[in-house]
């Protein structure tokens, strides 16, 4: 089924997860399931790289991030010249959108709500194609034919991954671009290598390294393209902090490598034990953070904050309702204080 929205929207349909500015100020520190964060946090690398350069941030940012573009470049293999870079893969949407103007914009949901909010910025006619849940919220290329079509790969709140035989069949009738922003913590091709005139790719570097204070992005795009958003962009838009971050954290095997060992463990654990509680229905996850379904989901978020945990309702993302939350993943103990609260509200 495809819905169009016309007219205002109301900012609450665009709230994310990781609120914990609001729920700290109720009452000191939470565990926060509601941001799709890395829970490793900032590796020793990055954190001594801030603290050594904390005093260059009188100076301004080099417009050109140099040696950003080149440690993107040669982590990810992909030129310089096909590169933009971002503050935040957000920034994209929005840059996009406004440079290339397409009439209609197709966006399958439940998805980020950045890609709507970015498409009714840019006066774009935004059509929203419904997955359903008992679908697997499955998705139809066939049924996807506009100007632009908007992707994630993983998709958030989903967690589905379109394949790159459907993103070849989808680029063949309307220009895509495909959010990679959970990609790293997933071990699968990426769409970069398809990057062409009609598929474009971003990415987030804030999730995998846990750096989202820093916001922190690239894209890949082809390379005239690449040239227009680069002139369109804002020239100092990544900050000179997240600039030296994003070369220490790209070089930082060992801690890319300790993320995926311990999601592939923790991943499957998670799932178990949510699965074993009563009432819960799973959808299966792909990379760091499950969605789930339950009917009493409202009284659950509400106790879970009196105990200073926080979950994703997404009753405001297209497509769901309040039955339907988002968890992260975290460390072992973490989701065990998280589970030992949800066995005794179900």
């Known amino acids: 089924m495809a819905e169009k929205f016309f007219g205002g929207k109301t900012l609450e349909r665009y709230e994310h997860g990781g609120q914990v500015y609001d729920a700290a100020g109720k009452t000191g520190s939470w565990l926060d399931f509601s941001a799709n964060i890395n829970p ?16 260059g941030v009188v100076n301004y940012p080099d417009p050109q991030a ?5 440690a993107i470049s040669e982590r990810y293999d992909v030129p310089e010249r096909n590169l933009v870079l971002l503050n935040g893969a957000a920034e994209f949407f929005y840059l996009y959108l406004n440079t290339t103007r397409p009439r209609r914009v197709i966006i399958p949901v439940p998805s980020f709500s950045e890609y709507e909010r970015a498409a009714r910025a840019a006066s774009c006619d935004v059509e929203l194609v419904i997955t359903k849940a ?4 499955a998705l139809d290329v066939s049924r996807l034919r506009a100007d632009c079509v908007i992707i994630g790969r993983p998709n958030n709140p ?3 991954v379109i394949t790159m035989e459907e993103i070849l069949r989808l680029a063949k009738v309307s220009s895509v671009i495909v959010d990679e922003s959970f ?15 009609k598929i474009s790719v971003v990415q987030s570097l804030t999730k995998i390294f846990a750096i989202p204070g820093l916001r922190l992005g690239f894209a890949v ?10 002139l369109s962009k804002d020239v100092w838009n990544v900050n000179f902090l997240a600039q030296k971050a994003g070369v220490a954290a790209l070089t930082d095997e060992d801690y890319l490598r300790r993320t995926r060992a311990w999601l592939a463990a923790e991943k499957n654990f998670f799932v178990e034990r949510l699965s074993n509680l009563r009432g819960v229905e799973v959808f299966p996850p792909s990379v760091n953070f499950v969605l789930f379904r339950h009917e009493q989901s409202e009284r659950i978020l509400k106790e879970l904050r009196r105990e200073k945990i926080l979950l994703r309702s997404c009753a405001n993302f297209a497509g769901l309702d309040g039955s339907y ?22």
């Open 325 to 346: 939350l988002r968890s992260a993943i975290r460390s072992r103990e973490e989701n065990l204080k998280l589970f030992n609260e949800l066995e005794k509200l179900v």
């Open 221 to 230: 795009v082809e390379e005239n393209l690449a040239r227009r958003l680069n």
């Open 158 to 160: 989903t967690g589905n």
């Open 134 to 137: 008992e679908d697997n919220f």
């Open 66 to 70: 140099v040696e950003l573009k080149r």
């Open 40 to 55: 490793l946090g900032l590796s020793e690398k990055v954190l001594r790289t801030l603290e050594e350069n904390l005093r």
């Open 183 to 197: 990609i790293d913590f997933l071990d699968a091709e990426s769409v970069r290598l398809l990057v062409s005139e």
